[in-house]
């Protein structure tokens, strides 16, 4: 089993920044994928981002170039840097964790960006 504690979230002005961390415990693969997930009220769940733990990225189109997501193998955390904040980014955002035969999400937290 994987837990995942997600912190970072809160409410920003556009143009702001924010960064979010999700730090994974429990039975941890060496080989796995992190990332981020978002939805927001009326929407389907979206991509963000998300990474391997070989440092293979993939970003969701409405955010390339500003955000950036990263991790840190020794700590099992996978970080968000979210730039340029836009108020079609608000939305609840998603820690996800994957590895062969297990998916696992976080408990999700809110970001909230004001015009």
């Known amino acids: 089993q994987v837990q995942l504690v997600e912190s970072g979230g809160g409410l920003v002005q556009a143009g702001g920044s924010l960064r979010l961390s999700c730090a994974a415990s429990g039975r941890i693969s060496s080989s796995n994928i992190m990332g981020w997930y978002r939805q927001a009220p009326g929407k389907q769940r979206e991509l963000v981002a998300v990474i391997s733990s070989a440092g293979t990225t993939n970003y969701g189109d409405s955010v390339k170039g500003r955000f950036t997501i990263s991790r840190d193998n020794a700590k099992n955390t996978v970080y968000l840097q979210m730039n340029s904040l836009k108020p079609e980014d608000t939305a609840v955002y998603r820690c996800?964790?994957?590895?062969?035969?297990?998916?696992?999400w976080g408990q999700g937290t809110q970001v909230i960006v004001s015009s």
């Open positions: 996800n964790y994957g590895s062969y035969g297990s998916n696992y």
